[in-house]
């Protein structure tokens, strides 16, 4: 009789467990679908983080106004206003700084609003600039928090690979806190150390949350070690320098402070939320459209170029701009921004011919193009063929009688063709129409003292030295031509006997 009741009582036991087990299954069925259904919308959610992050980090090119030599970093905006913060040490002083800004261009009149070389931070400033502002974590960020790294590394060897230029977006853990000293006061302060290689030209980029898309820190530092390169029998060949997966970074909280100390505008944490972003996957076909991809190439090669005219001696730079440019032709021929370019490189790497092919055609579609037909004139000046160079000239200043370019080059023309008169009547209109001029200065003083008016082309110059601007090394080689030969009458016939050939490079 006991078997019957321990049986009766173990069934009873089982309904519950049964009953149990079908509540749970419902639950976990539940939940199953829950996640299904939420899947997409994260993995949604998560890409629109990368291509903020992505969005809103931009290049810094520092070129040393000294050595020529160029510094590499990353920057990211903090307000729609257009205000960018990067690390302190990636603008060196004196340096010329040209900010790369993904899908708008480079810029060169960036304002350094805040350089603090102790905290290794630094604000920057462009007023025509709107930006994708990422926001700044109000919370320090706890061990194990999942990040990306937003930044522009090893930018050199991505260009000469002839691949576009581009922000990457590289997953980092936080891995814990370490103390450190301030750069140049040693201050001892925190810093969040992060696993996962990060490569130089990183630095002043952020550490964005992966959940969230806050900013938990800027990266400032990649651990960097020496390893030992050997051939296939293990012997040593040589050491090379690599990066180890530590990185530090200034902690958002840190900076928050610091910016608020400054009184510098930036994004709140709840601002992701209210950004105007577009949310919700992006098609693949948008990358392989033919007018985002020909622009792309070309605003790489408007970065290259403008690095080669700042560089001393960077051929390369411009031939590296020039692929770019021909493969932006490719796909936009029409474009006339590209050929523009395209035929202002042909020209400084002395391929005139081929600049001059570019502006011909040009012509051809846009025949009152002033800036075509004042580059089609300097190209043509350059390759000698001086009536075509004149009649050029003469039909820009027919449009516009105070242009410069026009006024200059066709006054250089007349004086190296020993017509002395036309060319000091062409550099007066030019002196009249810009005072500030240094050339249209020089050269009209030049003309008159090889006419045989000594003294006029004394008083020219001797005037001139008070309204001129300097602005280049070229303005301020004229503007010493102008005060030697305002040392004396006697010297100046002698000074006047050569005329030293100078390019009038139109800027565009």
Wanted: aromatic residues 6%.
């Amino acid at each position: 009789m006991v078997f019957p009741c321990v049986a009766e009582s173990l069934l009873e036991i089982r309904r519950p467990l049964r009953w149990l087990f079908l509540a749970w299954g419902g639950t976990f069925c539940i939940l199953s679908n829950m996640c299904l259904s939420t899947g997409p919308a994260l993995a949604s959610e998560r890409s629109e983080i990368f291509r903020h992050s992505r969005s809103s980090a931009v290049l810094l090119v520092s070129v040393d106004k000294v050595t020529n030599s160029l510094t590499f970093g990353t920057g990211f905006f903090i307000s729609g206003e257009g205000h960018i913060l990067t690390n302190a040490h990636v603008l060196p002083d004196p340096s010329t700084l040209l900010v790369y800004i993904p899908e708008q261009g480079v810029f060169l009149n960036a304002t350094r609003v805040i350089v603090d070389q102790d905290a290794d931070l630094a604000v920057l400033h462009l007023s025509s600039v709107r930006g994708r502002a990422l926001p700044l974590s109000s919370v320090l960020a706890e061990e194990g928090t999942e990040a990306l790294a937003a930044g522009y590394p090893r930018v050199i060897d991505t260009l000469q690979m002839g691949l576009t230029l581009h922000a990457t977006v590289k997953p980092v853990n936080i891995s814990g806190w370490a103390m450190g000293r301030s750069r140049t006061q040693g201050r001892i302060i925190p810093f969040l150390e992060s696993s996962g290689v990060i490569h130089s030209g990183t630095s002043g980029g952020p550490l964005v949350d992966a959940a969230n898309g806050q900013v938990l820190g800027m990266v400032v530092h990649s651990v960097p070690y020496v390893g030992q390169a050997t051939d296939r029998q293990g012997s040593m060949i040589g050491s090379v320098l690599l990066r180890a997966d530590m990185s530090y970074a200034i902690p958002a909280t840190r900076i928050r402070q610091w910016l608020v100390d400054h009184q510098v505008p930036h994004a709140s944490p709840d601002s992701l939320a209210e950004s105007s972003v577009s949310s919700g996957p992006r098609s693949l076909m948008s990358t392989e459209d033919p007018h985002r991809l020909g622009m792309s190439l070309f605003l790489t090669g408007h970065l290259v170029q403008t690095i080669g005219d700042t560089v001393k001696s960077g051929t390369d730079f411009l031939e590296l701009a020039v692929q770019h440019y021909q493969k932006a032709r490719e796909l936009l021929p029409g474009e006339t921004v590209i050929a523009r370019n395209l035929a202002l490189s042909y020209r400084t790497l002395h391929r005139y011919q081929e600049a001059l092919t570019i502006y011909e055609g040009m012509l051809q579609t846009s025949p009152a193009d002033l800036a075509v037909m004042n580059g089609a004139a300097q190209t043509s000046a350059f390759l000698r063929h001086e009536h075509k160079a004149m009649e050029l000239y003469r039909r820009v200043l027919g449009h516009d009688s105070c242009s410069l370019d026009a006024l200059n080059g066709l006054g250089y023309l007349y004086l190296q063709n020993l017509e002395y008169t036309k060319a000091i009547q062409t550099f007066q209109q030019a002196v009249k129409c810009v005072p500030s001029s240094a050339y249209a200065a020089y050269y009209l003083g030049e003309s008159m003292a090889r006419s045989g008016l000594v003294e006029e082309a004394h008083d020219s110059w001797e005037q001139s030295l008070n309204r001129v601007t300097i602005r280049t090394v070229q303005e301020k080689e004229f503007f010493h031509r102008m005060q030697e030969r305002t040392l004396g009458l006697p010297a100046l016939l002698s000074h006047a006997s050569s005329i030293s050939k100078v390019n009038i490079r139109q800027v565009q």
